[in-house]
Nanobody
C-alpha cells in the first residue's frame, strides 16, 4: 500500500487547511485510517482516526477544530483543520491499517506533509 498525502502549507493562526491522503496498491482492504503529527523534538502523536464503519476519535487538543473523514470509493482520508493555532505546526502523517491477499494486516505510513501556522 502506498500513501500520498497533500494539502499542507503555511497559514495564519485562525485559518484552515484540508489534508488529503490517497492509498493505492493492488487488492488491499483498509480498516482504520489515521492522521498523526510530529513537531521537532517531539514524538509522533495521533491526531485523529476513523474506522471502517466511520467511527472517529480525536486528540483532546484538536477536538472541535479538526474533522476527519474518508471516501472509501477513493481510498482517501481527509483532515479538515479549522481555527489553526501555532502549536498545530508539525509534519502530518497519514497512516492506514490494511491487508492484501499477499500481506498480513499492518500499518502503512505516508511521507508526511508540513503544516506551519504563523502567529
Amino acid at each position: 500500500v502506498q500513501l500520498q498525502a497533500s494539502g499542507g502549507g503555511l497559514v495564519q493562526a485562525g485559518g484552515s487547511l484540508r489534508l488529503s491522503c490517497k492509498a493505492s496498491g493492488n487488492g488491499f482492504t483498509i480498516n482504520a485510517m489515521n492522521w498523526y503529527r510530529q513537531a521537532p523534538g517531539t514524538q509522533r502523536d495521533l491526531v485523529a482516526g476513523i474506522g471502517s464503519g466511520g467511527r472517529t476519535n480525536y486528540a483532546e487538543s484538536v477536538k472541535g477544530r479538526f474533522t476527519i473523514s474518508r471516501d472509501n470509493a477513493k481510498n482517501t482520508v481527509y483532515l479538515q483543520m479549522n481555527s489553526l493555532k501555532p502549536e498545530d505546526t508539525a509534519v502530518y502523517y497519514c497512516n492506514v491499517f490494511a491487508a492484501s491477499p499477499t500481506t498480513r494486516w499492518q500499518h502503512y505510513w505516508g511521507m508526511g506533509t508540513q503544516v506551519t501556522v504563523s502567529s
